[in-house]
């Protein structure tokens, strides 16, 4: 059982609280809304019974464009108010299909190279503006602008020209939301194995070298903003989503990531509060072979699962999925692997393999000492996909995590 929960609001001493409704399978407004209803308020009750529940409230595609009707809207705003909750944070990735499908590097699709990317992020802005209450922040995060494999590396060049154009439509839109209402919005990019960002340093160059110099221009040239407004609404309106999962998978000293960050005057929308496999490698040929085979249990068709092997020298092997991993697994060099799997956050050990919830326990610590963000999201949405020993009711396994996350504030 999980331990008592040391706090009963959403809006700790650390930020605003709560987990991410990707969790839940549905690709309409119906399916969404009837998950809503049958989850959050029992949730709530367990976790927050006494104070508002923060939402973070994921939209496919299909299910915007139900919700930006203004009657459909003003439902969903009734039944915030019965239960006593509300949205503060958004996840704008998974575009079309996230259960029950195969999503792999589709879930990238599609990217900031489109106009339907555009679109959507819009969309969901619009629907945000109403949801976000007033004298809150809101953020919505999304794709790390395209996926790394579809491009050849002659042409990242132009392809982020290209999606860092989209992004300052949406800024753009997001300074005309500011201007009218008085609310901040930010958009938070999410940097992912394998996308075309995939970890800070890539995060960082590109924030310099293309968001900002291509920003203020545009903002100049049509929003009619001088330099240094263009560079302010720039840096307020693109934060990053700090998806610890991500970031351990990679093996990045989150320390150094945060102080960049401050270093750098960029801000981060949210703090994505996830888990992700790992295992050491043994030298011995039957014990790797135990960790591979311990591995091998969570090779699953439906999400990516990259892997990052640690090699003797200290340098980094990827690999996109676990199953070219696992082709490959026979390397005497490799001295460990982890790999993008969301796995729950109040298990740390899983026999040969562990989950990287030390990574989790250190960027709380940082966020408790500094604050670097005011959002807080749990991430855990591969529960279908666990192996069968693992799963439990969803709304059961959703209290668990929050009220781990709530005693590691």
């Given at each position: 059982m999980a331990e008592k929960q040391k706090v009963t609001?959403?809006?700790t001493a650390q930020g605003h609280l709560t987990y991410c409704t990707n969790i839940h399978a549905g690709e309409s407004w119906e399916d969404?809304?009837?998950?809503?209803r049958q989850n959050i308020p029992g949730i709530k009750k367990r976790i927050s019974a006494n104070a508002p529940f923060g939402i973070g409230l994921r939209l496919s595609h299909q299910a915007s464009l139900t919700l930006q009707a203004p009657e459909a809207l003003r439902t969903f705003q009734d039944w915030l108010r019965q239960e006593d909750c509300y949205v503060f944070t958004m996840n704008g990735f998974p575009y079309g299909g996230f259960h029950h499908t195969k999503v792999k590097d589709q879930v990238h699709a599609p990217d900031w190279t489109t106009p339907e990317r555009l679109a959507y992020t819009i969309r969901l802005f619009d629907i945000l503006k109403v949801l976000v209450p007033a004298g809150m922040e809101g953020g919505i995060s999304t794709s790390p602008l395209s996926y790394k494999y579809w491009h050849a590396v002659t042409q990242y060049p132009e392809v982020?020209?290209?999606?860092?154009g989209q992004i300052l439509e949406v800024v753009r839109h997001l300074v005309g939301i500011r201007r009218d209402t008085g609310k901040?919005?930010?958009?938070?990019?999410?940097?992912e194995p394998d996308g075309l960002l995939e970890s800070g340093p890539e995060f960082f160059e590109w924030y310099e070298q293309y968001l900002l110099p291509m920003g203020k221009t545009y903002l100049q040239e049509h929003a009619g903003l001088d330099a240094s407004a263009a560079e302010a609404a720039i840096r307020d309106h693109v934060q990053l989503c700090y998806d610890v999962c991500h970031f351990a998978v990679g093996y990045e000293d989150h320390a150094t990531v945060v102080r960049q960050l401050e270093e750098k005057k960029i801000k981060t929308g949210k703090i994505?509060?996830?888990a992700a496999l790992k295992a050491d490698m043994p030298a011995g040929k039957d014990k790797r072979a135990a960790v591979v085979q311990a591995f091998r249990q969570f090779n699953e068709s439906t999400y990516l699962h990259q892997v990052v092997a640690r090699q003797e020298d200290g340098t980094l092997k990827r690999y996109p999925d676990l199953p070219g991993a696992l082709a490959d697994a026979g390397h005497a060099s490799t001295r460990a692997w982890r790999s993008h799997f969301h796995v729950p956050l109040f298990i740390q050990d899983y026999g040969l393999l562990?989950?990287?919830q030390e990574d989790i326990q250190e960027v709380l610590k940082?966020?408790?000492a500094t604050p670097f963000t005011s959002h807080l999201e749990v991430e855990t949405y591969t529960w279908e996909v666990l192996p069968?020993?693992?799963k439990a009711p969803l709304s059961e396994s959703i209290i668990r995590e929050m009220e781990w996350v709530i005693n590691n504030l």
């Open positions: 609001t959403m809006q969404h809304f009837a998950a809503l982020f020209k290209k999606t860092t901040l919005l930010h958009l938070d990019i999410e940097p994505q509060i996830s562990r989950s990287t940082i966020q408790g069968e020993a693992l």
